[in-house]
C-alpha cells in the first residue's frame, strides 16, 4: 500500500500509454515521389529524436505513411481516410499547392490540422493548416529586389503553368510596377514538358540579364540545357534547391541562383549537427533541401506545441499554436498567431561546382509572414486569385 | 534485549511502529508536494509568460497597426504630396515648408499620444521629409545618411524591401539620446510606394507593458534582451540592477542562460540561474517581432516557500513527537515497570529466606491482580517448605534401614557367590576327570577289543606252527626210515606250504592289528594339529573298531568323500566318531537281526557336514533333547556312564567350534549332523 501510493504520488504512470498516431501524406509514387519521399525521410527522422527523448506527452509517436501516388484526389481520400480511420493526430503532408488545396476541405472538415512545408505562393490562411514553409515576402519578395539589385533589370518571367507560378509572377510584376520595370516575357510551360523550342527563341529575342524562374519538376532540365550561354544570363529559381540540383546536373545551374529560407550549407552549429544526423541515418551521397527542413521543423514545432497544451488533439494543439518557438537548423522561427505561418529567415544562395549554395545574402533575423501581401487588401488578393485558378 | 528497561524497550516499540512510519511517510508526501508545488509553479509561471507574449506581440501588433492605419490614411498621402516638392535636404527648410507642415501636424500630434515619441514620414527614395520632433535625423536621408544602419534605417529598408510592416527592437538612438524601437509601414497606392511612415515607440509605454506582473509574488520579473552580432542588450529596466541602461551593449558572455535561451528561440521553463546567479524558475520565450527574448521568472526560494514552511513544521512536529514519545515511553515503563520491581525485591528477599514477606497491592489492574497471586503464591511455598522439611526428615530414617537391610542382603548374596564358584570349579574338576575316565575306559576297551582280536591269528599261527612241528617230525621219520619217497616228499611239501600260507595270513592280519591299533592310539591322544583326509581316519578308526563292531549285524559304510581335507587335531574326530559309532552300536541295533550305519561327509566352502546315521530303533522323542546331558543314559545298568555322547558335544561345540544335530524317528532310524570348519584357525 505504501508503495502503491508512492508511485502514484511520484507521478509514475505504470501503466504503458499508447503511442500516438500521426499521419504523413506524400507521394510515395508518380511524378512527384523524387521531391516527396525525401520529406517522408524528414518527417520520420524528426519522429525517431522525439520518441528517443520518451516521445510527446510520455507516448510514443506512430507514424503512419501513406501514399498520394501524385494524385490530388488520391490525397484527399488518404487525408481522409487518416483521420476517420487511423485517427491520427495530425496530418504531415503535402507538396504542390494543388495538393494543399484538395485536403485542405478535408482537414477543415474535420477541424484536423495539417503542417505544409512548402514554400507557396500565400494568398491563403487556413485556420487548420500550419505553413512551414515560406510566403512569398519570405522568398520571392525580398529575392526579386536582390535580383534587380545585383544582377540586372532586364527581366523575363519563366514558370510551369499551374497556380504556384501564375500567382509569384502576379506578386513579383506587382513588385516591378513600384519599380517601374516592365518584364520583358511571360511564358509558361506546361507541367513536365520539354518542349522549350519556342521559350528559348523567346528569351534570344527579348535579351534579357535575369529570368525568374517558376518551371516545376524535370521541365528544368530541358530549359536549362538549352538555355543560351552566350547571353550572359542569370536565373533566379524559386523550385530548384539541393535535390533539383543533384538530378539536374551543376554544369548545367552553377552561377544561377535561388532563394530559401534554408540551404544545407548554412554554417551554424545547428544544421551542422542537423545535416550530420540526416547523413547517418540516411546514406552520406544524401542532400537536405528546404522542403525537407520546413518539413523536420514542423514535426518539431507540432510535438513542442502538444506539450504546451497538454493534449494531441487536433483542436487543442491549434489554440496553442500562437508564438510557438524554436530553433530549426536555419534559425529562429516563431509561429505568427494570426497566419500561422512561421517567421523565417530569407536567403539567396548562388549554386556551386559541388552541387551546394553559397549564402550570397541574407535577411539576418527572420522575416515576419505575410501571406497577403500588403499591396493589396485580402479580398482584393482572392478576387486576383480566383482570377488566375480560372481564367 | 534483555538488558534495557522497559522504559527504552518501549521508547524503541513506539518510535519503531509509530514514529518511523510517520517520518517515511511524511517524507514521501513532503517530496511529492515539492515536487507536484513545483510543476505546479512552474506551469504557472509559463502560462503567465505566454500571457505576456500575447500582451507584448499584441502591443507589437497594435503599434504595427498604428503604422499600416496611418500608411492608410489621406493625411499621410497628402502630406507627402505637399511636403516632397517643398523638402530641402540637410537644411533648414522654408518658410513655405513650414507652413504646409503646420496644417498636418495636429494630425500627427493627436496620433503621437496613442504612444510614440516621434513620427515620421519618409519619401520613396529615403529622405525624412517629417517628423514631429525634429531632431537630428529630420531631413537626412535614412538610406545613404548617418542613421541609416538605425533601427529607423532598418524598418524603412524593410518596408520598402519588402513592401511590409516592420519593427525593431530597443536600440540606442542617438538623435533621441536614449533606446528607441521603430515601427514603419510602407504607403502603397493602387501597388506603388510613394512613401514611408515610421513610429518611434516610445521606451517608456513599452516598459509599463512589459514590466506589468500583477501577482502576489514580490520576486516576479519580467527581462528582455535582444541580440546584435557579438553583443546583447536588455530591452528594459532591470529590477535587481539598475545600473544597467536599456539598449547598451553588453558581451554576449555575460548573458544569463535563461536569456540565452529564450533569444534562441527555445521555449522552456526550468530552474535556473539569473542574472544575478540566484535560483529561480525561469520561463523563456521568444518574441518574434522584435527578436526579444524574453525570460519571465521568480525566485525559487520564494516559490517554495509554502513547501519550506511545511518542511520546517513537519520537522519540528516530528521533534517534538518524538520528544513527547520519549517522555510518554518513560512515564508508562515506569508505571508498569514499579510493581514489578517491587515484586523483584520481594522475590529476592523470600530467597533470602524472608518467607513472611508479602507484595504491596497497587498500581492497575493486572499488577494489581499479580502481587495477589504473587503473595498467595508465596504463602503455599512457605508452607510446602515446611511440609518438605518434616517428609525429608520421615524419609531420611527410612532410607537408611533399607541401607542396612541392603548392605546385610549383599553381604549374603557375595557368600553364595563364593560357595557357587566353588561348586563350579569341584564340578568341573569331576567333569574332566570323568571324560578322562571315560577316554581310559574306552581306550581300555580298545586294548581289549585288540588283544582278542590279536589272539585269533596268533592262535592260528601257533596251531600252524604246531602242525608244522609235527610234519617236521614225521618227514624226519620218513627220512629216518627210508620211506621219504617223491610222494610222499610231495605231500609233506604241500601241507608245509598250507602252513606257510596260514602263518603268512595270520601273522599279517596280527602285523596289521597292531599297525591300526598304534594308529587309533597314537590318535587318540595325539594333542597335534595336522592335516588329514578325513576319509582315511574314518577308513582306519573303523579297522581298528572292528574286534568290537563285527559283534554286531550292521554294515557300516564309510560315505566320506575322499578329498576332505581336514587341519584339525585328529584325535579329536577318533574320539567322536568312536562315541558315535559305539553309541549306535549298542543303541540303535539292540535287539536288531541287522543294520546299516553309514558315515558320510560333505564339504561346501569351508564348512564340513559329517553325519552318522543309522537304520536302527531310533531315539524317542522324550530323550532326544537331553542326550547330549552328561550322565544321561538309559543303560545305566548295563554299563553306560551317560558321558559318551556328551563327550561328543563338547568335542564339537569346544574343540572344533562347531554344532551337532540329531534328527531320529523311531524304528527308522538316528541321523548325527556335525557341522564344523575345515580348518581350525
Sequence with gaps: ?391 | MNQYTLSKKLFIWIFLSAIVPVVVLTTIYLVSFRASLLSQEKEHLSQLADKKVEQVEVYISQRIDDARLLSKSVQSEQLLADLIPLYKHKQKQTQAYYLKEKIHRSFFQDFKERGYFDIFLISPEGDIVFSLIHESDFATNIYRGEYRNSGLGSVVKRASYFLEASSSSFEYYSPSGEAAAFVAAPILRAGKLIGIVALQVDYNIIQDVTLDLGGSKESREVVVASKHGNYFSYQTRVKYDPSIEVGRELPIAELPYPLYKAMGGERSTAVELDYRNVKVIAASRYLPSMHWGMVFKEDYSEAMQVFDRLMYFSIAALVSISFGALILARYLGQAVAKPLVNMTKATRAIAQGDMDLTVELEGFKESFELAESFNKMSGRLKDARNNLEHKVIERTFELEQEMKLRKKNEMDLENSYLEINRSMLHLKTAQDQLIESEKMASLGSLVAGIAHEINTPLGIAITSNGVLKSTLNEMEKDLNNKTLTQGVFKEHLIKMNEIESLLDNNLGRTVTLVKNFKQVAVDQTNLHKAKFYLFELVESLLASLLPETKRHPVEIINDVRDDIVIDSYSGDFYQLLTNLILNAMVHAFEGKEKGKLIISARLKGDIVTLSVSDDGNGIPEESLSSIFEPFFTTRRGAGGSGLGLSIVHNIVKQKLKGDIEVHSTINKGTEFVVRFANSLP
Design chain 1, 1 to 391: 500500500m505504501l508503495l502503491a501510493c508512492l508511485f502514484n504520488l511520484s507521478g509514475c504512470d505504470y501503466q504503458k500509454k499508447p503511442p500516438i498516431k500521426v499521419g504523413i501524406l506524400h507521394s510515395l509514387t508518380g511524378t512527384m515521389a523524387i521531391s516527396e519521399t525525401a520529406l517522408v525521410d524528414a518527417s520520420l527522422m524528426a519522429i525517431e529524436e522525439l520518441n528517443k527523448r520518451g516521445g510527446v506527452l510520455g507516448r510514443k509517436l506512430h507514424p503512419i505513411v501513406v501514399d498520394g501516388a501524385s494524385n490530388w484526389d488520391q490525397f484527399a481520400l488518404e487525408a481522409e481516410d487518416l483521420i476517420t480511420q487511423h485517427q491520427v493526430s495530425v496530418i504531415f503532408g503535402c507538396w504542390t499547392s494543388a495538393c494543399r488545396k484538395a485536403i485542405k476541405p478535408v482537414i477543415e472538415k474535420y477541424n484536423h490540422i495539417l503542417f505544409y512545408p512548402l514554400q507557396y505562393e500565400g494568398l491563403e490562411a487556413s485556420p487548420n493548416i500550419v505553413y512551414t514553409g515560406a510566403a512569398p515576402n519570405q522568398q520571392i519578395i525580398p529575392s526579386v529586389h536582390w535580383a534587380l539589385e545585383n544582377i540586372g533589370k532586364n527581366i523575363y518571367l519563366v514558370g510551369s503553368d499551374y497556380v504556384f507560378p501564375r500567382t509569384a509572377n502576379m506578386i513579383i510584376k506587382d513588385l516591378l510596377k513600384n519599380r517601374n520595370i516592365s518584364v520583358l516575357g511571360e511564358t509558361y510551360l506546361p507541367l513536365g514538358s520539354h518542349d522549350v523550342a519556342e521559350l528559348i527563341d523567346d528569351i534570344r529575342l527579348k535579351n534579357p540579364n535575369l529570368i525568374i524562374n517558376t518551371i516545376n519538376g524535370d521541365s528544368n532540365v530541358a530549359f536549362f540545357k538549352h538555355l543560351p550561354k552566350d547571353l550572359k544570363i542569370k536565373v533566379m529559381s524559386y523550385s530548384i534547391a539541393e535535390t533539383e540540383v543533384l538530378s539536374i546536373g551543376t554544369d548545367l545551374l552553377q552561377g544561377h541562383y535561388a532563394a530559401w529560407n534554408y540551404f544545407q550549407s548554412i554554417n551554424t552549429s545547428e544544421n551542422l549537427e542537423f545535416v550530420e544526423n540526416f547523413k547517418i541515418k540516411f546514406g552520406q551521397h544524401r542532400v537536405i533541401d528546404d522542403p525537407m527542413e520546413a518539413a523536420y521543423t514542423g514535426v518539431h514545432l507540432w510535438a513542442q506545441t502538444a506539450e504546451t497544451a497538454g493534449s494531441h488533439l487536433p483542436t487543442l494543439v491549434r489554440a496553442a499554436l500562437g508564438y510557438q518557438s524554436m530553433k530549426a537548423p536555419h534559425g529562429v522561427v516563431s509561429i505568427d498567431k494570426k497566419s500561422q505561418h512561421l517567421w523565417k529567415t530569407v536567403r539567396i544562395g548562388e549554386i556551386m561546382a559541388d552541387g551546394q549554395f553559397e549564402v550570397v545574402w541574407s535577411s539576418g533575423t527572420s522575416v515576419r509572414p505575410a501571406p497577403f501581401p500588403s499591396t493589396y487588401s485580402r479580398q482584393e488578393w482572392l478576387k486576383r486569385l480566383e482570377a488566375i485558378e480560372s481564367p
